[in-house]
């Protein structure tokens, strides 16, 4: 009987071994690729003594690969809060489509560890803190412009979890700028949207799109 339990516990054990080494099905590797990626874009939350989980070293980003994938597709990590190609910002945290389809293709090609050799390391920064500006002005519900304004970019200030805003700015020829649009939004990520380009709004745009309760801070360029 116990040689029969000895038996039955190598074959199950075996079984588990096999199973632990994926089928590789494609060429994207971490050391090449994927390590590139995150530690551009997901280095600063994901580290050893970051907020959450490290994604500094294969071992570690290993076991989360599957879920890594889900919330890249549906644009939930890096946590950016707003929908991209409404407005353009220089300091877009979030993937392009292309590092999108690299990280899905290593996930479901086997996740790869490779053989070249790695980048190094990031030098971890300290995020900037949001200070307020002289000239900075404070939207909630519609707001018309009383004088020119460049705007340099936008801030949320009070934002109901989970909002969807979707701002834009009326100009008095009629024509209309795409600002921002924040979408499952999450107030523990705050940052600053810059904008790419600083935008001059003359006397009597309108900026529209922030419901009474909330605000946005329009930062001056």
Same mark, same amino acid.
């Given at each position: ?48 003594? @970051? ?43 979030? $993937? ?56 340099? @970019? ?24 795409? $600002? $921002? ?12 949207? $810059? ?27």
């Amino acid at each position: 009987m116990l040689r029969f339990v000895l038996v039955v516990g190598s074959f199950f054990a075996g079984c588990l071994a096999i199973s632990a080494h994926d089928v590789i099905t494609t060429s994207v590797t971490w050391n090449r690729e994927i390590s590139r990626i995150f530690f551009d874009r997901c280095a600063s939350c994901h580290n050893e003594k @970051g907020t959450a989980f490290s994604m500094m070293t294969y071992a570690e980003a290993r076991p989360w690969a599957v879920a890594i994938k889900e919330e890249i597709l549906n644009r939930r990590m890096p946590p950016w809060g707003a929908v991209k190609g409404f407005g353009e910002f220089r300091n877009d945290q979030g $993937l392009t489509q292309e590092q999108i389809e690299l990280i899905t293709a290593w996930v479901e090609g086997g996740v790869p560890e490779g053989n070249a050799k790695l980048p190094e390391k990031p030098k971890l920064t300290p995020a900037s803190p949001i200070t307020a500006k002289r000239n900075q002005i404070v939207v909630t519900g519609d707001l018309t412009l009383m004088k020119a304004f460049r705007l340099d @970019g936008l801030v949320p200030e009070n934002v109901p979890p989970g909002a969807a805003l979707k701002i834009v700015a009326r100009l008095p020829d009629g024509s209309v700028e795409p $600002l $921002l649009w924040l979408y499952e939004y999450k107030k523990e990520h705050k940052h600053a949207f $810059l904008l790419r380009k600083p935008l001059s709004l003359p006397a009597g745009t309108v900026i529209r799109g922030v419901p009474k309760g909330a605000s946005i801070i329009l930062l001056p360029a």
